[in-house]
């Protein structure tokens, strides 16, 4: 599927795109708020600034997409690959992120209000001057995360989640790839 024949898809009210291949597709301001993009590839994809509200995105692969300032508002995203994406200033409130895996993504200025990264993978990732209030943190992997500047208040974290693994502590993330099934 291209972009073209997606869009035309969305605007006659299709809303069901699983397993769609949209690899580096330029999808830029697009409003594709309520889609199911479950098991899609839409690794490479700009989505910046788009409309992405209360979508799915269950077991997406988004390595390497720009979600820059994109509105992903209530939107589910559990086992989903964001590995090295940007998501720079994303509106991220409410987002259910359980078991993702944010690996070196950017995520700085993300507004991740309320946001549920239990499980997530996210070490190496930078995370400063993100609003993680009221976020669910537990069994997170911060390590090595960068969380300058980040509001922490009110997020359920424990100990563990701050200092993470020690034994993982020498791992480089920089050459992280991801090999899933999409």
């Known amino acids: 599927m ?3 024949q997606l869009l035309k898809r969305y605007k006659t009210g299709e809303r069901d795109f699983q397993k769609a291949n949209l690899h580096q597709a330029n999808l830029c301001g697009a409003d594709l708020s309520g889609a199911n993009f479950s098991g899609a590839d839409l690794s490479g994809a700009d989505l910046s600034k788009a409309n992405l509200k209360g979508c799915n995105f269950d077991r997406a692969n988004l390595t390497d997409a720009d979600l820059s300032e994109a509105d992903l508002y209530d939107s589910y995203m559990v086992d989903v690959n964001l590995i090295g994406a940007d998501c720079i200033g994303a509106k991220m409130k409410q987002v259910n992120l359980s078991c993702a895996d944010l690996r070196t993504a950017n995520l700085a200025r993300a507004h991740l209000l309320r946001a549920k990264l239990t499980d997530a993978q996210v070490s190496g ?7 993680l209030s009221y976020a669910h943190l537990m069994g997170c992997n911060l390590n090595e995360a960068d969380t300058s500047g980040a509001n922490l208040t009110r997020a359920i974290v424990t100990h563990k989640e701050i200092i993470g693994n020690a034994q993982n502590t020498r791992v480089s993330h920089k050459w992280v790839t991801w090999a899933g099934s999409c």
């Not at 990732?125 to 609003?131: H, K, P």
């Open 125 to 131: 990732a930078d995370l400063s001057g993100a609003n």
């Open 2 to 4: 291209n972009v073209k």
